[in-house]
T-cell receptor
Framework: DAMVIQNPRYQVTQFGKPVTLSCSQT?????MYWYQQKSSQAPKLLFH???????NEADTPDNFQSRRPNTSFCFLDIRSPGLGDAAMYLC????????????????FGPGTRLTVL | SQKIEQNSEALNIQEGKTATLTCNYT??????LQWYRQDPGRGPVFLLL?????KEKRKERLKVTFDTTLKQSLFHITASQPADSATYLC????????FGKGTKLSVKP
């Protein structure tokens, strides 16, 4: 089945130790997103890729970076995790031919739960 | 900036009843509004999309309405079942999607 895969499902890191979360998709969608979701909060968009074009949200901290080496894979790098970065990180994809990604449904992966000690 | 309010953090109903969840927004009406279901520890799953020129959309036991005058969307689940228990998120289009915090629905047998 076509899907969005996130690895690992659970990640524990130490305060200040860089960590990378990965996302892959078999849907061949051109748009990929990274969201941060804290307990009982709304998913918050960090950034997205429209094909190879990177789009950073204005309030995303510099501590968060992303890479998309090809259509299928996207990575979230947290350079120096703080206690406040503990959250569920969700990867999503959509197929967009209009230039406005919000007009299409998004397909989410199961998420990676990040714990910072 | 756009703010989204989902009427209550939790809604408890009896099996077989209709669940009605509310999504209100504050500023301009979005062109599109989407509803997602999220189970604990999982990613959201898309349910329905409604456009600003559509008043109502249905899918099986689900119905969504969109009232741009009231700046409100209602999400209904008819003949609710315990398996419908989950958190339901509304999301508005503003360039990208802006999600609400969700309403946690519990359907008791």
């Amino acid at each position: 089945d076509a899907m969005v895969i996130q690895n690992p499902r659970y990640q524990v890191t130490q305060f200040g130790k860089p960590v990378t979360l990965s996302c892959s998709q078999t849907l061949n969608h051109n748009v990929m997103y990274w969201y941060q979701q804290k307990s009982s909060q709304a998913p918050k968009l960090l950034f997205h890729y429209y094909d190879k074009d990177f789009n950073n949200e204005a309030d995303t901290p510099d501590n968060f970076q992303s890479r998309r080496p090809n259509t299928s894979f996207c990575f979230l790098d947290i350079r120096s995790p703080g206690l406040g970065d503990a959250a569920m990180y969700l990867c999503a994809t959509s197929r967009d031919s209009t230039g406005t990604s919000a007009y299409n449904e998004q397909f989410f992966g199961p998420g990676t739960r990040l714990t910072v000690l | 900036s756009q703010k989204i309010e989902q009427n209550s953090e939790a809604l408890n109903i009896q099996e077989g009843k209709t669940a009605t969840l509310t999504c209100n927004y504050t500023n301009y009406s979005p062109a599109y509004l989407q509803w997602y279901r999220q189970d604990p520890g999982r990613g959201p799953v898309f349910l329905l999309l409604i456009r600003e020129n559509e008043k109502e959309k249905r899918k099986e036991r689900l119905k969504v309405t969109f009232d741009t005058t009231l700046k409100q969307s209602l999400f209904h689940i008819t003949a609710s079942q315990p398996a419908d228990s989950a958190t339901y998120l509304c999301a508005l289009s503003q360039g990208n999607l802006i999600f609400g915090k969700g309403t946690k629905l519990s359907v008791k047998p």
